[in-house]
């Protein structure tokens, strides 16, 4: 059974960083299909791809967090990260942590090539 659970989110100013958390298991980091990524949910609005990251390190970014954002893991604690920076009040929505079954490419953003998901953790930035 794969679960994944996030950790990190909170309330920060503008210009702030925040670093979220996902730790996987049940689901290889390194499995030959993996695929992870951060989606994420403003209230009333649909799930959005922000960031994902390929079993061979490649990441594809969101245009509105490139130079901002950073994907990372560490394969040998099965976590995947998510580093926030210079943080705006458009980045305000709950991020959730999501893994694939089967390698991803252009169609990355989208939330249904996704099968695991993880709770969500509130991000909440303030002008």
């Known amino acids: 059974q794969v679960r994944l659970v996030e950790s990190g989110g909170g309330s920060v100013q503008a210009g702030g960083s925040l670093r979220l958390a996902c730790v996987a298991s049940?689901?290889?980091?390194?499995?030959?299909?993996?695929?992870m990524g951060w989606f994420r949910q403003e209230p009333g609005k649909e799930r959005e791809g922000v960031v994902t990251i390929g079993r061979d390190g490649n990441t594809r970014h969101a245009d509105s967090v490139k130079g901002r954002f950073t994907i990372s893991r560490d394969i040998a604690k099965n976590t995947l990260w998510l580093q926030m920076n210079s943080l705006k009040p458009e980045d305000t929505a709950i991020y959730f942590c999501?893994?694939?079954?089967?390698?991803?490419?252009?169609?990355?953003?989208?939330?249904?090539?996704?099968?695991?998901w993880g709770q969500g953790t509130q991000v909440t930035v303030s002008s």
């Open positions: 049940g689901y290889t980091l390194n499995y030959a299909y993996a695929c």
């Open positions: 999501a893994a694939a079954s089967r390698r991803l490419f252009s169609d990355w953003y989208i939330g249904s090539n996704y099968r695991y």
